[in-house]
């Protein structure tokens, strides 16, 4: 066990744990803006489904039922300007992060192979290359790496950490590219539907990929924009050439969504109306968190998108942890998403409105 740990990262958040304590110690209470993880209940009609779905003592499938792969076409083509999909361009999967970490053992790649995901990047598309003893690349432009031996390009638009969006014409160029080279090209687009000042636009659109799925996938999660985290409802959509093999591995490896899972994913698609309610929440945060963090004497940038605000004081990440941690506030270092991040701090919008309240009253005392 300890050869497979060896070669894996430190798990960041464990250095995150002092500064929790002393945040916890304000009197009065923690505001916890450092994982971007939901509180908001889950919607009515979503928690319906499971509950009458719960009778389910049958093992579920891993391509999924019928019925939930008809919802995510749907939504893909409804939402997204998706065409001509069918369930063969989909396949559920157990949340995204599971997804993002096996995907490249699941393709068989190994050693002498390359994973690259941006310089600024969710730790687990490093995590996903390790496990599968393949290398990894960090990048500002995806185009300018050298492709001799790249067999895996992870684009992530929003972005996690910093809530920048890829423009339409830029993204066209790198599919372009990614498929000239015959490099997979896997877009996380799970904060899709959640553009404060930009409007994201999806590799499956048209525009984007010519009206071909040739070569490329798009990840996406019902964790953020229907408060689904506890669910792990996930699901990739692309290149059914890619799909057909990796639900054959999958199936082998009996990563199956639960079938109550599954009927929630199913009612959570096919309505529009609690996610407006969800991104409502989340832009009144957005928008008084960002004035007192401005306020505050802090830097904004990018954070046009997502859950986040992607901060900085241009000092120190731990300087600025320590600090905040000081008021009760406790954020996420810019680092544990990569050294270009290192006078950073990512602020989450994941806070009930009486924490906002409370950490905007700290910030502008």
Known sequence: MSAVTDRLPAFPWDRLAPYKQTAAAHPDGIVDLSVGTPVDPVPELIRKALVDAADSPGYPTVWGTPALRDAITGWLERRLGARDLTHRHVLPVVGSKELVAWLPTQLGLGPGDTVAHPRLAYPTYEVGARLARADHEVYDDPTELDPSRLRLLWLNSPSNPTGKVIPRQELTRIVAWAREHGVLLVADECYLELGWEADPVSVLHPDVNGGSYDGILAVHSLSKRSNLAGYRAAFVAGDPAVLGPLLEIRKHGGLMTSAPT?????????????????????????????????????????????????????????????HLADLGILVAPGDFYGTAGENFVRVALTATDERVRAAVARLTA
Request: charged residues 25%.
């Open 262 to 322: 599954q009927a929630a994913v199913v009612a959570a698609l096919g309505d529009d109306a609690h996610v407006q309610e969800q991104r409502e929440r989340y832009a009144a945060r957005r928008e008084v968190l960002r004035a007192a963090l401005l306020s505050h004497g802090f830097r904004i940038e990018h954070s046009e998108a997502s859950l986040y605000l992607w901060a900085t004081r241009d000092e120190s990440c731990w300087t600025t942890v320590s």
